[in-house]
């Protein structure tokens, strides 16, 4: 495995970051949280003119037909930034498996607004007490030529803006327009005070994407993607404790000669990097086309996210006192966003027993 970036690479990470670093400031994501859908228009439309929003979008719908790689280090930027845009559900939950599985007249309709920002899109694999996005307990029945979807989805990103929404139910992958009849959603507040929805589906008309196969192609892109987020996030919590202790005094020293504080950081770095290991181990299977020996290495990266991502957002808040609690100093949004991360399709417990049964089978 070769994890090192190409120039190019390198250079998108760069833009991301300067768009990132220019628009999403701790005011204004301050304000943006403040509004009703918790989305900032401006940074979006300014992905969009910068090129982010079509990266992983085929050339011939106004992309650049870039692939997991590449939309990963998006990803992870937004998630340094804590960004308040929907990039992981317009561009991973929906573009993705639109790019993937629909018909060539459903990419032409979805993509192209996808890559100039005028359209949003999301997805529906999460569940009330079903842990297990690869056994939705909605139902699909067949209807004609098309179906109907009967079920509950919980936390569905931009639901109320999104113009499409791919629904797991019934052991496949299926597209509805959340504004139709048989769709009601109910607006939900997750953990990073992310908007979100309750959906309920109550013989709402949808097109068929794709069967289990597709699902669990759209699973393993999902938790990668939430992998590479939580990178981002937890990078950016280690750099301003280090910052922070650093420049901060105590006893005529900076905190960060004190062996207990430097201890702790190293801890904190250590899982930084397990995290960021695994998330490009598992970005790699899927770029090299290893779908079902991904599974693995996803479910590894998965538990190091949920798992060291919290440690490491403890030890930031830890260390930098009482002011680390302070929802006016800008790490709190790091720690919720690992938090929500964390969850996000199984948490620690979860990818254990998913490994412990891949383990048990071989």
């Known amino acids: 495995m070769d994890f090192a970036y190409t120039p190019e690479q390198d250079e998108l990470r760069a833009l991301a970051r300067e768009v990132l670093a220019d628009h999403a ?47 990963c280090i998006l990803l992870e930027e937004v998630g340094r930034a804590v960004a308040p845009v929907p990039a992981y559900p317009t561009l991973v939950l929906g573009a993705l498996p639109v790019a993937a599985f629909g018909t060539p ?11 100039n920002g005028t359209m949003l899109l999301s997805g529906a694999l999460e569940e009330p007490r079903n842990l297990d996005p690869l056994a939705p307990a909605a139902q699909a029945t067949a209807d004609g030529a098309g179906w109907r979807l009967d079920g509950v989805k919980l936390a569905v990103p931009v639901a109320r803006d999104a113009a499409a929404v791919v629904v797991a139910a019934g052991a496949g992958l299926f597209l509805l327009d959340p504004h139709q009849p048989g769709v ?88 930084v990097e397990g995290i960021r290991l695994t998330a490009q181990a598992a970005i790699w299977r899927l770029a090299a086309g290893q779908e079902a020996e991904a ?34 100093y800008p790490l709190h949004r790091s720690f919720l966003w690992a938090k929500e991360l964390e969850l996000s399709l199984g948490g620690a417990t979860q990818q254990l027993l998913s490994l412990g049964e891949t383990i048990a089978a071989s």
């Not at 007249?105 to 890559?115: I, K, N, S, T, Y």
């Not at 393993?220 to 910052?243: K, P, S, W």
């Not at 440690?311 to 009482?322: C, I, N, W, Y």
Request: proline share 3%; net charge negative.
């Open 25 to 71: 400031t701790p005011q204004r994501v301050a304000e943006v949280e403040a509004s009703e859908d918790r989305v900032d228009r401006a940074l979006w439309a300014a992905l969009a003119n910068a090129g982010m929003l079509g990266i992983a979008v085929p050339e011939e719908h106004g992309g650049s037909g870039l692939g997991i790689v590449e939309l």
């Open 105 to 115: 007249a459903l990419r032409a309709r979805l993509l192209p607004g996808v890559a």
């Open 184 to 271: 009601s959603l109910e607006r939900q507040e997750v953990t990073n005070r992310e908007a979100r929805f309750l959906m309920t589906l109550d013989g709402a008309p949808a097109e068929r994407l794709g069967g289990a196969d597709a699902l669990a192609w759209l699973v393993r892109r999902a938790r990668v993607a939430l992998c590479a987020m939580q990178v981002g996030v937890t990078d950016r919590a280690l750099r301003m404790t280090a910052e922070y202790t650093s420049a901060r005094e105590q006893f005529g020293r900076p905190l960060s000669a004190f062996q207990a504080v430097s201890q702790r950081a190293a801890d904190a770095y250590v899982d």
């Open 295 to 328: 599974d693995a290495a996803i479910a590894v990266a998965k538990f190091w996210a949920a798992d060291a991502g919290q440690r490491v957002v403890h030890a930031a808040q830890h260390l930098h006192g009482g002011v680390g609690v302070d929802v006016s």
